[in-house]
C-alpha cells in the first residue's frame, strides 16, 4: 500500500508492502543510499538513521510504523554537532574501509547532542551497537573527544 | 626453502596463479583488455596523460589512476604520495580514482595479474609509481621551459607550482595542454630519499577517501541504482556441495515486486524491483535440495579426525637435527594442542556485483580484488569478447581476503545472474550478512600437535604436526603451488623457526574436506602465529627464561625480528610478565609478508573470567614508512581484527550446516572490548613491505602468553570466549 514518510523534511510517497524495513524504503524507493546495510537485524548500526532526532536501526523498522515520525538520514545532516564530528573524523582519518562509517557518525553525533562532554564510558554505551569490522574504534573515540573539545570552543 | 621464501609465499602462489591465467588465455586477451581500458575514459575530463597512472586537468587536478582496489588499507593515498612526492605536487590537488581492467598496463608487479594480495601494494608499486610521478613532473617542466624560453634545469617545482629565477611561475594546469604534444623521456632520475618532503613524513597527507567516507558520500556497489535495475539475491544450498534437485516459484512469483526466478550454477535467483521484494521472494520459494554429494561432518567430527591424524606422520615441510630422538630421550615431553575453528571474512559491505549486458557488450561493477581473472571469467559466462567487456573496481567495504577468489566464484555468480535474466535488464547481486555467514570461503579449521624439551635453561627440541585444508590442493593452480605435496600457506611461520633450536621438525597433513576455504587476512600466520608464539613462551616459561629475553637469546640471526621486540619491549618498560595488581603481560612476535611485528598486551580476567586486553603496544619494520599514519592505523585496525576473532571468531559446522547466521552469534569486536594502542614505526631504509595484514598475527598469542601469567593457561583451542571445544 502506499505510505506517506517524512525523510529530511520531504513528504515522500512510497507503495511499498507494510513490512518493508525503513532501509530498504530510503535506498530503493528514494535513493538516499548513504545509510548502509550490514546485518538487516539491528546488530551492526550500519543502517543508523535518527526518528524524531533519535538514532533508530532503520533495517529493523518497518515503513508502516513510521506514522508521523519525522526520519533525518546522513544526507541532510546539519548544525554544530555534525560539523564537529564530521570534521574531526576527517582529521584523524578516522574511515577505513568506511562502509560503517555513516551509521558510526550518526552514532556519534546524536551521543554529542545528548552528552557534550562524553566520557569514554559513555562512548562505550552509546556507540557499542555500531560494529567496525576494519576496527577503526581507537580514531572513533579519538575523534569524539576531540569534537567534544570542539564543541566546548 | 628459507625463510625469506617462506614470506613470500603467497606471493610467489599468485605470481604462478598468474602465469598459468595467461597461459591459458593466450596473449590476445591481453591486448583485448587495453581495449576495454580505452573506452573507460579514466580520468575524466583530463588533458594531459604522460603514462596510464597520472591524469593532469586544466583544474590543475592530479588524478592517480590506483591499479589495487581500496577497501581501508589505503592504496587510494599511499600510490598518490608516490605519484605526489616526485610530482612536487601539493597534496591538496591530489585525487585518486582505481585503474581499469588491463594486465598490460595495470598489473601487479609481484603477481604478474592485476590483483590485490599479500599486502603488495605500496612494495610492488614505490618505483613504478614514483616514476610515473617523475616522468610527468619531467614533461611539465619541459613545456614551461620552452614556454618561458629558459633552460628546463633552471625551473624548480614546489607545491604544485613551477619557478624560474626570473619570476615566472605557472601551475601543473597551465601547461597540461602542451605537455601532452612532448615526448614522454625515457629515463627519469628519482629523488634521493633524503628529499622527501611527503613519504614518510608525519602529518604530510591525509587519506583521500576519509571526506566522502565521513559524509555518506562515497559510492560502494550496493549503492548502484540504474534505470530498470533489479536487484538479485540467490538461494543457496544450505549445505556444501549441495545442489537443487527441484524448486517452485509459485508463491515468491506472487509477492509484490519480484519479476523473476531462474535457476543459475550456485542456486535459484530470485530478480525483485528492490532488496526487500527479493529478500520475501527468496523467503517464499520452494527449493528442494541434492544433498547426496554434500559435506555432512560438522566442526566437532573433523576436529576429532584432525587430533588422530595430527598423531600420524605426515609430509615434512622443515627439519633439522633429530627432533624425535630427543624427545625419546627426554627427560620430559612438553605438549600443546592447539584447534583453531573456521572463520568468515565478513567484510562490512557483503559480497555484491553490478552488471549489465547485450550482444554489444558489458559493463560489472564491483569490489573486484583480482580484476584480471574476474573480468575473464564474465566475459567467458556472457560469451562476449574480452574487448567488449568493461569492469569498473568499486571502492568496497572491506574483504579481509574474501574478495580475493581463487575460485572467482562471485564474479561467475553475477554473470549467470546476468546471463539468465537475458539482455539489457541491469542486475545487482546482493549476499545478505547470512549468505556471507554461511556461503564458505572460510579460514580453513586447523590443528597443531607440538612437542618439545627443555635442558638446563635451554630448548633442545621442537615438533609440530600441522593438520588442515589447502584451499589450492584440487584447484587448477595446484601443480604451481603445491611443492613436494606441500602448499606453503599451510605452514609458512611455522616450517622455519626465528629461534635457534638445535633439533626440530614441522610436518603436515592437507585434508580433503568439501568446505570451501580461503586466506584470510594473513593467511597462514593466523594460525601458525599463535601455535609458535605460544609454544616458544610455553617453553621458556618451563626454562625459566624471560619471555623477551628468552627470545633475544634465540633470534639473534634475525636482526630485524630483533629490533621490534627490543623496540616494544621498551614502549611498554618491559619489567616481566607479571601480574602486577590483576594483570598481566604478553609478548609476540611475528615476520609475515616481509614486514616485522611485535606486539605486548596487558591483560586481566574481567567479567565473568573473560580476557579484557587494556593496552597493546605494538613496534612495526615495515621498510621504508610510506604513510606512517596509514601503517599506525593498519596496526591499529589488525589488532582489533584478530582479537576479536581470537576471543569470540568462530563458524561451527553442525552435521555440515553453518551455525553462526549473523552478527548477533558471529560475535565480533566492539569498541568497549578495543584496547588502547601505541604503534611505533621502526625507522628503515630497506625496501617498504605490507602492512594490511601483519599486524594481526601477533596479538592473539600476545593475549595468550599474557593469560598463562594469570592462571589460565595458554587457551587450546579459539575462540577464548565460548568454544565448541
Ligand atoms: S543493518 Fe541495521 S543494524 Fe545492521
Ligand atoms: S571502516 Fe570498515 S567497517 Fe568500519
Known amino acids: ?153 | 626453502m628459507t625463510a625469506h621464501d617462506i614470506s613470500l609465499s603467497r606471493r610467489n602462489l599468485l605470481k604462478g596463479t598468474g602465469a598459468l591465467v595467461i597461459g591459458l588465455s593466450l596473449p590476445q586477451s591481453g591486448r583485448a583488455q587495453s581495449g576495454a581500458a580505452q573506452a573507460f575514459r579514466p580520468g575524466g575530463a583530463a588533458t594531459f596523460a604522460p603514462n596510464a597512472f597520472v591524469r593532469i586537468a586544466a583544474d590543475d587536478t592530479v588524478t592517480v589512476l590506483v591499479k589495487h582496489i581500496e577497501f581501508g588499507q589505503g592504496p587510494f593515498t599511499g600510490l598518490a604520495t608516490l605519484v605526489a612526492e616526485e610530482l612536487d605536487a601539493d597534496w591538496g590537488q591530489m585525487r585518486a580514482e582505481h585503474a581499469p581492467a588491463d594486465v598490460k598496463l595495470y598489473a601487479n608487479l609481484a603477481f604478474g595479474v592485476q590483483g590485490t594480495g599479500g599486502s603488495t601494494a605500496i612494495a610492488n608499486s614505490f618505483e613504478q609509481m614514483r616514476k610515473a610521478g617523475a616522468t610527468a613532473r619531467a614533461m611539465l617542466v619541459q613545456a614551461a621551459a620552452e614556454a618561458w624560453k629558459v633552460p628546463a634545469g633552471e625551473i624548480t617545482v614546489e607545491k604544485g607550482v613551477l619557478k624560474h629565477a626570473s619570476g615566472k611561475q605557472g601551475r601543473f594546469g597551465e601547461f597540461a595542454e602542451a605537455a601532452s604534444k612532448l615526448q614522454a623521456p625515457a629515463e627519469v632520475k628519482l629523488k634521493d630519499p633524503a628529499q622527501f618532503k611527503l613519504i614518510g613524513k608525519e602529518g604530510a597527507v591525509n587519506r583521500l577517501d576519509s571526506p566522502g567516507k565521513s559524509t555518506g558520500k562515497t559510492q560502494f556497489t550496493i549503492d548502484i541504482r540504474t534505470p530498470e535495475m533489479l536487484t538479485v539475491v540467490v538461494a543457496r544450498p544450505p549445505r556444501f556441495g549441495g545442489k537443487v534437485a527441484s524448486f517452485d516459484a509459485t508463491e515468491a512469483k506472487k509477492i509484490k515486486g519480484v519479476v523473476d526466478v531462474q535457476q543459475i550454477g550456485s542456486g535459484v535467483a530470485v530478480y525483485g524491483t528492490g532488496m526487500w521484494p527479493a529478500l520475501k521472494g527468496r523467503e517464499a520459494l520452494k527449493v528442494t535440495w541434492d544433498e547426496s554429494g554434500a559435506e555432512k561432518r560438522g566442526s566437532r567430527e573433523l576436529i576429532a579426525e584432525y587430533r588422530a591424524l595430527a598423531r600420524t606422520p605426515g609430509t615434512v615441510a622443515g627439519k633439522h637435527g633429530d627432533a624425535e630422538a630427543v624427545l625419546g630421550k627426554a627427560d620430559k615431553v612438553i605438549e600443546a594442542e592447539y584447534v583453531f575453528p573456521y572463520l568468515a571474512h565478513a567484510p562490512m559491505e557483503p559480497l555484491d556485483g553490478y552488471l549489465e549486458w547485450n550482444a554489444q557488450g558489458a559493463l560489472a561493477r564491483f569490489g573486484s580484488q583480482f580484476q584480471t581473472t574476474e573480468h575473464q571469467t564474465i566475459a567467458t559466462i556472457l560469451e562476449l569478447p574480452p574487448e567488449k567487456v568493461q569492469l569498473e573496481t568499486m571502492l568496497a567495504g572491506g574483504s579481509f581476503g574474501r574478495r580475493a577468489q581463487v575460485s572467482q566464484h562471485l564474479a561467475a555468480e553475477l554473470a549467470m545472474v546476468g546471463k539468465a535474466i537475458g539482455p539489457n535488464r541491469p542486475v545487482k547481486l546482493v549476499w545478505t550478512r547470512e549468505d556471507d555467514l554461511a556461503g564458505g570461503y572460510y579460514r580453513p579449521l586447523f590443528v597443531h600437535r607440538m612437542r618439545g624439551a627443555v635442558k638446563d635453561g635451554k630448548i633442545t627440541a621442537w615438533t609440530n604436526s600441522i593438520v588442515g585444508q589447502s584451499f589450492f590442493l584440487g584447484t587448477p593452480f595446484e601443480a604451481m603451488t603445491v611443492k613436494n605435496g606441500i602448499d606453503a600457506t599451510m605452514v609458512e611461520g611455522a616450517n622455519e623457526l626465528p629461534y635457534e633450536v638445535a633439533d626440530f621438525r614441522c610436518e603436515v597433513h592437507a585434508t580433503k574436506v568439501g568446505v570451501p576455504t580461503l586466506w584470510w587476512r594473513s593467511v597462514g600466520h593466523t594460525h601458525t602465529g599463535y601455535a609458535v608464539e605460544c609454544f616458544i613462551d610455553q617453553l621458556l616459561q618451563e626454562a625459566g627464561q624471560d619471555p623477551v629475553a628468552g627470545r633475544l637469546a634465540l633470534m639473534g640471526k634475525h636482526p630485524r625480528l630483533v629490533g621490534v621486540l627490543k623496540a616494544v619491549a621498551d614502549m611498554a618498560k618491559w619489567n616481566g610478565p607479571g601480574p602486577v595488581d590483576g594483570r598481566a603481560r604478553g609478548v609476540a612476535v611475528v615476520e609475515s609478508f616481509n614486514s616485522y611485528v611485535a606486539q605486548i598486551a596487558e591483560v586481566s580476567l574481567g567479567a565473568g573470567g573473560e580476557p579484557k586486553v587494556h593496552k597493546v603496544w605494538c613496534a612495526v619494520d615495515c621498510g621504508i614508512a610510506v604513510n606512517p599514519d596509514i601503517i599506525r592505523a593498519q596496526m591499529e585496525g589488525g589488532i582489533g581484527f584478530g582479537l576479536g576473532h581470537i576471543l569470540y571468531g568462530e563458524l561451527t559446522l553442525d552435521q555440515g550446516r553453518p551455525v553462526q547466521a549473523n552478527f548477533d552469534s558471529y560475535r565480533s569486536l566492539r569498541i568497549h572490548e578495543m584496547p588502547e594502542v601505541e604503534v611505533r614505526i621502526l625507522p628503515s631504509t630497506e625496501k617498504p613491505s605490507g602492512v594490511g595484514e601483519p599486524g594481526v598475527p601477533p596479538i592473539g598469542p600476545a593475549v595468550a602468553n599474557a593469560l598463562a601469567r594469570l592462571g589460565r593457561g595458554r587457551p587450546l583451542s579459539l575462540p577464548m570466549v565460548g568454544g565448541t571445544v
Open chain 1, 1 to 153: 500500500m502506499v505510505h506517506s514518510i517524512n525523510i529530511n523534511g520531504t513528504t515522500h510517497r512510497v507503495d511499498v508492502d507494510d513490512d518493508t524495513p525503513l532501509l530498504w524504503v530510503l535506498r530503493d524507493n528514494i535513493g538516499l543510499t548513504g545509510t548502509k546495510f550490514g546485518c538487516g537485524v539491528a546488530q551492526c548500526g550500519a543502517c543508523t538513521v535518527y526518528m524524531d532526532g533519535q538514532p533508530l536501526r532503520s533495517c529493523s523498522m518497518p515503513v508502516s510504523a513510521i506514522g508521523e515520525a519525522k526520519i533525518t538520514t546522513i544526507e541532510a545532516l546539519a548544525g554544530k554537532e555534525a560539523q564537529a564530528v564530521q570534521a574531526a573524523w576527517v582529521k584523524h582519518d578516522v574511515p577505513q574501509c568506511g562502509y560503517c562509517q555513516s551509521g558510526q557518525v550518526m552514532s556519534a553525533i546524536a551521543l554529542l547532542t545528548e552528552i557534550r562532554k562524553p566520557t569514554d564510558r559513555d562512548i562505550d554505551l552509546a556507540m557499542n551497537g555500531n560494529l567496525c569490522r576494519c576496527a577503526t574504534y581507537v580514531r572513533i573515540r579519538a575523534a569524539i573527544h576531540d569534537a567534544a573539545r570542539t564543541l566546548e570552543g
